[in-house]
């Protein structure tokens, strides 16, 4: 399998309806806004749905698709038994992992791994070596630190325009503690949504990044698939089934690996409106794919 041969640019349009994208947890799980009030949703948090579509498309696969397991899995969505990345590192690499052959292997078996790249930094399982004279230990195997960088960035998505937040407060209907005669504090609480938004978020896939980690074409296109059902089995009680949707993909496909334009130049020629409709402008020979949501 060839690594990724043209350099790949993309955008992904989507609609927020009364729900909560991305909750701030230092500001109260508020959706997060910039200092001009734009709607915010990090990379983390949509680089998180893009492994969850991944993971679930390789369990219907019956797990057996091999070089397309996912590393970073969430507890509440894990597919196998290991109880943290290191135990999952353990559990696929044995011996080899903090060997010369850690990021290779780990390429080969993890797509994310081989997408977005990551940081093996685990403590050693060795015990403490002896005391020095001052106290302090000796040095010896601190554990493993391996960075793998890859080829694929995605952007943290930005509201189109301002974006409008309703809080409500809201009251349990049961005492979690006593003897449910008296309502405590506990029993309030504070829900917040965002009433409408258009959002965009964009990225890139570099071949030259890809020749490290072997992200290949066939990554891409199945990364390519799963946009148009980010949301899809994503619901949750700040976002019902249904209040998040991808309207448009837009797919820019370079002729080679260094990109006739610029990702910056790129981007640029995609011009969102608040309803969700767009625009693009002219590029010369790079014509891109527009592809509806699910």
Not at 32 to 54: A, H, P, Q, W
Not at 188 to 210: I, T
Request: aromatic share 6%; glycine share 10%; hydrophobic share 30%.
């Amino acid at each position: 399998m060839t690594t990724l041969q043209n350099k790949i640019d993309f955008a992904v349009i989507l609609r927020v309806k009364n729900a909560n994208p991305n909750g701030d947890p230092l500001n109260g799980n508020r959706p997060r806004t910039d200092y001009s009030n734009f709607g915010e949703m990090t990379d983390v948090s949509i680089k998180r749905k893009i492994r969850d579509r991944l993971l679930e498309r390789w369990v219907a696969n019956g797990k057996n698709d091999d070089g397309n397991m996912i590393f970073v899995q969430s507890d509440d969505r894990k597919a196998d038994e290991a109880k943290s990345l290191r135990g999952r590192a353990e559990a696929v690499l044995g011996n080899k992992l903090g060997s010369d052959e850690t990021a290779k292997i780990a390429c080969e078996k993890w797509i994310d791994v081989r997408a977005f790249g990551q940081l093996f930094a685990l403590k050693s399982n060795k015990k403490a070596g002896k005391k020095k004279e001052d106290g302090s230990d000796e040095e010896g195997d601190t554990g493993v630190s391996i960075g793998i960088r890859g080829p694929v960035t995605v952007q943290s998505a930005f509201s189109v325009e301002p974006i409008d937040i309703t809080s409500t407060q809201i009251t349990k209907s049961v005492s979690g503690e006593g003897d449910g005669t008296k309502r405590g504090s506990d029993t309030m609480g504070m829900k917040h949504r965002v009433d409408h938004g258009v959002y965009v978020f964009k990225g890139s896939m570099n071949p030259q990044l890809a020749e490290r980690t072997g992200f290949s074409d066939t990554d891409a296109e199945t990364i390519k698939q799963i946009f148009p059902k980010l949301f899809e089995n994503d619901e949750s009680a700040a976002r019902p089934a249904g209040s998040m949707e991808v309207l448009k993909v837009i797919w820019w496909k370079h002729n080679c690996k260094s990109g006739q334009y610029s990702s910056a130049r790129a981007h640029r020629s995609l011009t969102v409106k608040p309803d969700g409709s767009y625009s693009l402008s002219n590029l010369e020979d790079l014509t891109p794919e527009e592809i509806d949501g699910f």
